[in-house]
Nanobody, 124 residues
């Protein structure tokens, strides 16, 4: 069982930056594939970014060039640095882990464990 705990959400003005973090339990964090998803009110959960075992990162089209995902295996933590934030980035951001860490998944069903989520609000 893997437990994920997000932190770092909050409110920011459009054009600003925010970093959210996700701390994971377990002794094999480096083998997990990690992802960030978000869900706005009334919308489906949307892929934001993922990072696989090798460290290769993948991004959703709406965040490319603005968001950066990274991982620190020594701290069992994955980060999402969000720059040039827009009002449409407002959502609950969820961290997710998948055991098949060598391959990326952009689908919700591709992940085995989920955090509780952290709210990010961008005001224009």
């Amino acid at each position: 069982q893997v437990q994920l705990l997000e932190s770092g959400g909050g409110s920011v003005q459009a054009g600003g930056s925010l970093r959210v973090s996700c701390a994971a339990s377990g002794r094999t964090f480096s083998s997990y594939g990690m992802g960030w998803f978000r869900q706005a009110p009334g919308k489906e959960r949307e892929f934001v970014a993922a990072i696989v075992q090798s460290g290769t990162a993948y991004y959703g089209d709406s965040v490319k060039g603005r968001f950066t995902i990274s991982r620190d295996n020594a701290k069992n933590t994955v980060y999402l640095q969000m720059n040039s934030l827009k009002s449409e980035d407002t959502a609950v951001y969820y961290c997710a882990a998948r055991m098949s860490g060598w391959a990326v998944s952009v689908a919700v069903r591709g992940y085995d464990y989920w955090g509780q989520g952290t709210q990010v609000t961008v005001s224009s």
